[in-house]
């Protein structure tokens, strides 16, 4: 069965500072890999995500993350965050040719100070 | 366009009554998912829908919860004799089509059995 570990519950940063949440995932099949953004109070919203190409994929509010298939991680960075970075983040999985379902990590809080 | 809806906002009920939960996808999106978000247990899959396929409801946790699709559209959530451990976070997605792999969030109805 799938499975994904956010290892840090809450990262606290200051404003400017780079940042880098951690993913890393189990499981026995390929996988599509994402990361979702909740600002508080709201819905899940996609921030990226890694379907086959590049390692690198790119997503919005200028976040990127890597996938490394032999270390099993999707960690998500920004070289300098806002204020307005501060949110939950979930990292989530699928199964390749499944019913394209996510399996979710427990989130990690990010807060920035100014 | 408008996103996908949830109703209500919020819910609160008494243990072993039964609830529905109603979700309106985006229009045209063909797969519909059901998440539940609690603070122990995270973000959990419940039931998936695409098209006139058979739904996968593998994350349903028990018996007393079932959900149906009417007409390829909306989706309602039953749970009968909630609960207290029922309450949480009830979140819908939907997404275009199969290999799509971008699900569009509703802002969540909150549960709370008293």
């Known amino acids: 069965a799938q499975s994904v570990t956010q290892l840090d519950s809450q990262v606290p940063v200051f404003e400017e500072a780079p940042v880098e949440l951690r993913c890393n995932y189990s499981?026995?099949?390929?996988?599509?890999l994402f990361w979702y953004v909740q600002y508080p109070n709201q819905g899940l919203q996609l921030l990226l995500k890694y379907l086959s190409g590049s390692t690198l994929v790119k997503g919005i509010n200028g976040f990127e993350a890597e996938f490394n298939k032999s270390q099993t991680s999707f960690h998500l960075r920004k070289p300098s965050v806002h204020i307005s970075d501060t949110a939950e983040y979930f990292c989530?999985?699928?199964?390749?040719?499944?019913?394209?379902?996510?399996?979710f990590g427990k989130g990690t809080k990010l807060t920035v100070n100014p | 366009g408008a996103g996908v809806s949830q109703s209500p906002s919020n819910k609160v009920t008494e243990k072993g009554k039964d609830v529905e939960l109603r979700c309106d996808p985006i229009?045209?999106?063909?797969?519909l998912y059901w998440y539940r978000q609690s603070l122990g247990q995270g973000l959990e899959f419940l039931i998936y829908?695409?098209?006139?396929?058979?739904?996968?409801k593998s994350g349903l946790p028990s018996d007393r919860f079932s959900a149906e699709r009417t007409g390829g559209s909306v989706s309602t959530l039953t749970i009968q004799r909630t609960q207290q451990e029922d309450s949480a976070v009830y979140l819908c997605?939907?997404?275009?089509?199969?290999?799509?792999?971008?699900?569009?969030f509703g802002p969540g109805t909150r549960l709370t059995v008293t």
């Open positions: 989530a999985v699928s199964d390749k040719g499944g019913s394209e379902k996510l399996v």
């Open positions: 499981s026995s099949v390929s996988v599509y």
């Open positions: 997605a939907s997404s275009l089509r199969t290999g799509d792999y971008e699900q569009y």
């Open positions: 829908f695409q098209g006139n396929s058979a739904p996968d």
């Open positions: 229009s045209g999106h063909t797969a």
